[in-house]
């Protein structure tokens, strides 16, 4: 489970869920580095995050397979949903 902000330049300590925003990303493991017990799971697992109050406000996560947790500024989440 999370402990801090995922924003490294913030690290806020977890103390409170209701501050800020929970994110979480279903990710599959490469087959691979999957154990055969992960495999027959359908090798997912489910990482969570967390953004403190301050930095949900301008900030928002996602997760790509291939790059992993990125952090984006909101307002270009926004504007690359709306192409
Ligand atoms: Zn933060």
Redesign the pocket.
Known sequence: MVSN???PA???PLRYLRD?RIYQFEVRSAPQTGTAVARKLGARRVWHFW??????SS?TLTFDQMEGLQIIPLHRAYSSAAV
Do not use: I, Y
């Open positions: 902000c995922a924003n913030c690290a806020t800020g953004l403190c109050g301050r930095c949900s900030l």
